[in-house]
């Protein structure tokens, strides 16, 4: 089994870009494999904490939260993106990470497979 | 292997999306990746523009004046100051009657060595074909 | 080079898509991408379906927008996210998303 790192840049609701991605890491994790899922831009809204589950709008918290019990999951945000956005480390998701670029790229370094979704 | 290449393909029209903004601060984040990596591991950026995207390069960018955002044209020069490798596919910028004189080539004013280069497209899909890992904008 | 290119919307990836040169190029309609699987305009279908001989759609996204798998371009197979997976793992040495 692989590693995928995901970058996903998408917005969080306003696209379904960012649904495409969480799904494709389940469908990974199920298979046994690890995934590293990296946001920056507006794809760090994934990252806040407290989002409402809609029925008109796409909620991906508990997906979310499944993906990190597996143990095979982890996420992190850019932090300057964050900030920019005012996403303080205190609005963040419990098991989100968060770093600054570097660290996606090191993640792409240890990655078998990249796939990166570069904005809306 | 020691030394990995990442592609950092741009396609993406500059300011009303991020996108190919944070392609070149991406690439330029392979400047402190060593810290995550083992010893003698490293990324070797290419940044590449193709289709719209070789409009980023074009000179005179006033993003700071109008909207207050650093310029992709500042992010492109601190890029070629930090000896990114840096290239413009020439059939694109031929397609727009755009001539290297309109274009971010250098970094000279800041101190930079580095300049860009007008390629054709078939040597950047050569750099796609080598690289360890594709990241389009 | 293996590449797996994910479409992801109906206008515009002509010009990115006539470029790519790979040994094998595998186009995998995904999100609004998936229309050049259904759609024709002035009764032609859609020029990306001539890219290459290796064309999918996620399924998923095709039913999200009204279609059936059965109902698509007979030239484009119908794939689920576990079978991409197993692409993006085991058939493309790179994946990129336009």
New interface residues.
């Given amino acids: 089994m692989g590693k995928l790192t995901l970058g996903v840049f998408s917005s969080l609701v306003g696209s379904l870009s960012m649904d495409f991605a969480v799904k494709l890491s389940e469908a990974a994790v199920k298979k046994g494999h690890k995934v590293d899922f990296w946001v920056s831009g507006n794809g760090t809204m994934l990252s806040k904490k407290a989002q409402r589950a809609f029925k008109d709008y796409s909620a991906l918290e508990k997906k979310l939260q499944e993906l990190f019990a597996t143990g095979n999951f982890q996420a992190t945000a850019c932090e300057a993106c964050a900030e920019a956005r005012g996403y303080r480390k205190e609005d963040t998701m419990e098991g989100w990470q968060r770093h600054s670029m570097d660290w996606y790229l090191a993640s792409c370094f240890s990655a078998d497979k990249v796939l990166h979704i570069g904005g809306d | 292997m020691a030394i990995?290449k990442?592609a950092f393909?741009v396609?993406?029209l500059p300011y009303k999306?991020?996108?190919s903004r944070?392609?070149l601060?991406?690439a330029?984040?392979?400047?402190?990746?060593e810290?995550?990596?083992e010893d003698g591991?490293n990324?070797e950026p290419v940044v590449a523009f193709?289709?719209d995207g070789v409009l980023n390069c074009l000179k005179n960018q006033k993003s700071m004046n109008t909207y207050g955002v650093t310029s992709n044209e500042q992010h492109l020069k601190n890029s070629l100051l930090l000896d990114l490798r840096v290239l413009i596919c020439k059939e694109d910028i031929d397609k727009f009657g755009i001539s290297e004189d309109a274009l971010i080539m250098d970094a000279e004013d800041i101190g930079g060595e580095t300049r860009a280069r007008v390629v054709p497209?078939?040597e950047i899909?050569q750099e796609?074909?080598s690289?360890?890992?594709?990241?389009?904008? | 080079m293996k590449l797996g290119v994910l479409v992801s919307d109906f206008r515009n990836m002509d010009d990115t898509l006539s470029k790519l040169r790979a040994d094998t190029l595998g186009i995998i309609l995904v999100s609004n991408g998936v229309y050049h699987a259904k759609m024709k305009e002035g009764g032609k279908p859609s020029s990306v379906l001539e890219k290459s001989p290796h064309l999918y759609a996620l399924s998923e996204d095709l039913q999200t927008r009204g279609f059936a798998d059965t109902d698509i371009d007979g030239r484009v197979k119908a794939i689920t996210y576990n079978d991409l997976v197993d692409m993006i793992f085991n058939e493309y040495e790179k994946v990129i998303w336009i």
């Avoid at chain 2, 690289?131 to 904008?137: E, R």
């Fill in positions: 990995k990442f393909v396609k993406s999306t991020e996108a944070l392609a601060t991406h330029i984040a392979s400047q402190t990746v810290i995550y990596l591991e990324v193709i289709g497209f078939s899909m796609m074909d690289a360890s890992h594709l990241l389009f904008f």
